[in-house]
């Protein structure tokens, strides 16, 4: 289930808020890895690490990283004091967020008989690469966007190097993370609660949903993770909002269940 190994950092190839780059020695190769320093802490060069190897040695779409597991060479590391809800939960790796919706959250009082999102158009796609051209598009309308990313694909959002440049040009103007997914600007417990929280704290023109980057197929009608845009339509619908589907369409995949509309936006509106 997990392939594990022991390596020592040799360089930094990137960093941005919570996550980092490095080249690593594993068994007389250099390899790159992927830290989340929230999880691990603070990695340096010279570091010893325990590196998880499972999704390059599957060839799996990661980008060619592995990720560390954690640093030998950081003792411990201490809890900051507000949340206490918990993400990956039941894992070696489990977190603790303060989640919008909690008391210790400023704005626990807003959500707590909050139960409509007001009329505000949500593009729910199924894609983290939807994410770029809808921002592009509606930025160019001057409306202000908020995105809510379900825990379908990558649970990091530091992950997405989408998110990151689309924050950096003001094209997004908030970010919640749900479910497992964590990192954004707001923690929430699930996608109702996510909705309510991008509505009330960012009051964007636009909510666009969807999930992070990698999602999961195989080939099958109902075995793929972005099956979860029917049940977030219905989501939105429940409070009162306009929901939108984005649909897969291609012109380039040589699939043929995903050439012109793709199964999967067939699948979910059956």
């Not at 990283?65 to 809800?85: R, T």
């Not at 070696?92 to 210790?104: A, C, G, H, N, Y």
């Not at 966007?145 to 924050?167: C, Q, R, W």
């Not at 991008?198 to 009051?203: D, G, I, P, R, T």
Request: net charge negative; glycine share 10%.
């Amino acid at each position: 289930m997990i392939d594990i190994k022991r390596g020592v950092v040799i360089k930094e190839l990137f960093s941005r808020s919570g996550i980092a780059g490095y080249l690593v020695k594993i068994e007389d190769k250099e390899e790159k890895c992927i830290a989340y320093p929230d999880l691990t802490g603070e990695v340096k060069v010279g570091d010893e690490v325990i590196v998880n190897t499972t999704a390059v040695k599957l060839n799996l779409g990661s980008g060619g990283y592995h990720y560390i597991l954690a640093n030998l060479n950081v003792a411990s590391k201490d809890l900051s004091p507000e949340g206490h809800i918990m993400k990956l939960r039941y894992t070696p790796m489990q977190l603790k967020v303060l989640s919008v919706e909690e008391q210790d959250s400023p704005y626990h009082e807003d959500l707590v008989a909050a139960d409509s999102i007001e009329g505000i158009p949500v593009l729910v796609g199924t894609l983290h690469s939807m994410l770029a051209p809808l921002c592009l598009q509606l930025g160019q309308w001057g409306l202000k966007v908020a995105y809510v990313m379900t825990d379908g694909a990558a649970l990091p959002m530091a992950f997405s190097n989408t998110v990151a440049e689309l924050k950096n040009k003001n094209l997004l103007h908030g970010t919640v993370t749900i479910g497992h997914a964590f990192g954004g600007d707001l923690e929430a417990v699930n996608i109702y609660s996510g909705l309510l929280a991008a509505k009330k704290v960012f009051n964007p023109d636009v909510i666009i949903v969807a999930m992070g980057p990698g999602i999961v197929g195989t080939g099958t009608k109902w075995g793929f993770t972005g099956v979860e845009q029917g049940e977030i339509l219905n989501a939105v619908d429940t409070l009162q909002g306009v929901p939108i589907c984005v649909p897969r369409i291609s012109f380039a995949d040589s699939r043929d269940r995903h050439k012109g509309v793709s199964h999967h936006t067939l699948t979910v509106l059956s």
